[in-house]
T-cell receptor, first 112, second 116 residues
């Protein structure tokens, strides 16, 4: 169990640029989740994959956001045309079916 | 739909004193409840979980929580605080199994400070 890995840990970009984050889940975990955490708040659910299928997307996930998990292993989260309000910690978690979710250390996004 | 309310955004205790962090939940289905801890610039680590078995749940690092359906509460306690317990604590709920079981709904968190 090597844990959930996220890359990069920090990303600073200018408003309007596109950014992409990667998440590598625990190897035997079939479920993968993305959450967003803003300062002083708890994480908020963004989207969920069962293997390679994206089964749920929160209304928080605007059209500028897209997530993929092409082979049911790692996942990417892309934000297009970033805005100031996108500044947050983006957390990835994985689980085996309904077992508790294990979280990565997150990617902190700062928009200049 | 589920929701979580954590009472007290910041709690301070002396080293060796009792830790009590409060969590109340709302759920339309039998809930699964969790406590997670987050250290600065890190992800969330699972402390303990309630999944409809024993109502008193023991977790890591000496923490425990009691599920009280009548009070819709799942408060976190530790008999004696240690300096290393200083962190932010999040209570979370899912809809148990089946629909909604994948999505954790978190409270806003309680930051615990431990005074030497």
């Amino acid at each position: 169990d090597t844990g959930v890995s996220q890359d990069p840990r920090h990303k600073i970009t200018k408003r309007g640029q596109n950014v992409t984050f990667r998440c590598d889940p625990i190897s035997e975990h079939n479920r993968l989740y993305w959450y967003r955490q803003t300062l002083g708040q708890g994480p908020e659910f963004l989207t969920y994959f069962q293997n390679e299928a994206q089964l749920e997307k929160s209304r928080l996930l605007s059209d500028r956001f897209s997530a993929e998990r092409p082979k049911g292993s790692f996942s990417t989260l892309e934000i297009q045309r970033t805005e100031q309000g996108d500044s947050a910690m983006y957390l990835c978690a994985s689980s085996r079916d309904d077992q508790p979710q294990h979280f990565g250390d997150g990617t902190r996004l700062s928009i200049l | 739909a589920q929701s979580v309310t954590q009472l007290g955004s910041h709690v301070s205790v002396s080293e060796g004193a009792l830790v009590l962090l409060r969590c109340n939940y709302s759920s339309s289905v039998p809930p699964y409840l969790f406590w997670y801890v987050q250290y600065p610039n890190q992800g969330l680590q699972l402390l303990l979980k309630y999944t409809s078995a024993a109502t008193l749940v023991k977790g890591i690092n000496g923490f425990e929580a009691e599920f009280k359906k009548s009070e819709t509460s799942f408060h976190l306690t530790k008999p004696s605080a240690h300096m290393s317990d200083a962190a932010e604590y999040f209570c979370a709920v899912t809809g148990g199994t089946g629909a909604g079981s994948y999505q954790l709904t978190f409270g806003k968190g309680t930051k615990l400070s431990v005074i030497p």
